[in-house]
């Protein structure tokens, strides 16, 4: 197989948040970044946290997931 790479990607003081608004979502933490080997370079993509977390009913829940969201797209599109 090909270079391949899944890290977890986590902000300590958002995960905190999150699992205080819905303590099992702990479970569905870090979030997962992949980094794959593809013709002529490397391929970044992430978990899209609002969809990870779009079947629990949480409105406290959304607005962090939207947050992580938006800072994972940051980092990705700066690679």
Do not use: W
């Not at 197989?1 to 999150?18: D, E, R, V």
């Not at 829940?61 to 994972?72: D, F, H, S």
Request: proline share 6%.
């Amino acid at each position: 197989m090909p270079g391949y790479k899944i890290l977890g990607a986590c902000n300590p003081k958002l995960a905190f948040q999150a699992i205080g608004h819905e303590p099992k979502v702990g479970a569905m933490l870090p979030c997962n970044v992949i980094l794959r080997a593809v013709e002529g370079g490397v391929e970044v993509s992430a978990v899209d946290p609002q969809a990870s977390m779009a079947g629990i009913d949480n409105e406290e829940l959304k607005a962090v997931a939207g947050q992580v969201k938006e800072m994972l797209a940051t980092v990705v599109a700066a690679i």
